[in-house]
């Protein structure tokens, strides 16, 4: 298992906004280090959504944000469009691993 | 145009030895980290570990030390993931990543994926 922890699924209507996510712990999120967001389309590889907790690269719509505090962060998507029915991933760095590590991913459905 | 270009499918049998590999492009291969991610089928991604080709700094996750090699040739800008025993479980598909800030930083460009099957 992670140590960042993720809903295994989250559903939505079209338009809806629906926020997943990231709890961590005092090695990783909470003593500070940035939280990424990433979204994988099935059979393609992961992209990134959002970067150092809550910055979006060029290209990602502004329907996508991230927030962070204290041992948690979440990715909040408003508008729920059906292209956005993906798997979402957090990744920070954890210090009692010495390395990165993702959260176990949640897959979101567009209903 | 940034590019990270991955070699291809690989069938192997347990016991065997494999090196994938991951070329980058269109930008300066030793400015930036390249890491690699495994993803075993219909699994989450699992972050492996990391390389700074300028110099072959290398960091690996507890769960992959040991179990698996990366390495770098900066002269022909191409990073490497190899076993030397494979085994059922390494059967996955195998991402290559970039990053500007190595293990904290977050990756901006991914390779297309190589897939791994191990079977006898």
């Known amino acids: 298992q992670s140590v960042l922890t993720q809903p295994p699924s989250v559903s939505g209507a079209p338009g809806q906004r629906v926020t997943i996510s990231c709890t961590g712990s005092?090695?990783?999120?909470?003593?500070?280090?940035?939280v990424h967001w990433y979204q994988q389309l099935p059979g393609t590889a992961p992209k990134v959504l959002i970067y150092e907790n809550n910055n979006r690269p060029s290209g990602v719509p502004d329907r996508f944000s991230g927030s962070e505090s204290g041992t948690s962060a979440s990715l909040a998507i408003t508008g729920l469009q059906a292209e956005d029915e993906a798997d979402y991933y957090c990744?920070?760095?954890?210090?009692?691993?010495?390395?990165?590590?993702f959260g176990g991913g949640t897959k979101l459905t567009v209903l | 145009e940034v590019q990270l270009v991955q070699s291809g499918a690989e069938v192997k049998k347990p016991g065997e030895s494999l090196k994938i590999s991951c070329k980058g492009s269109?930008?300066?291969?030793?400015?930036?980290?390249i890491g690699w991610v495994r993803q075993m089928p219909g699994k989450g991604l699992e972050w492996m570990g990391i390389i700074y080709p300028g110099d072959s700094d290398s960091r690996y996750s507890p769960s992959f030390q040991g179990q698996v090699t990366i390495s770098a040739d900066k002269s022909i800008s191409t990073a490497y993931l190899q076993w030397s025993t494979l085994k059922a479980s390494d059967t996955a598909m195998y991402y290559c990543a970039r990053s500007l800030g190595g293990v904290v930083a977050r990756f901006d460009y991914w390779g297309q994926g190589t897939l791994v099957t191990v079977s006898s």
């Open positions: 269109g930008y300066s291969f030793t400015n930036y980290w």
């Open positions: 990744q920070s760095y954890d210090t009692s691993l010495s390395g990165s590590v």
């Open positions: 005092s090695s990783n999120i909470g003593a500070g280090y940035d």
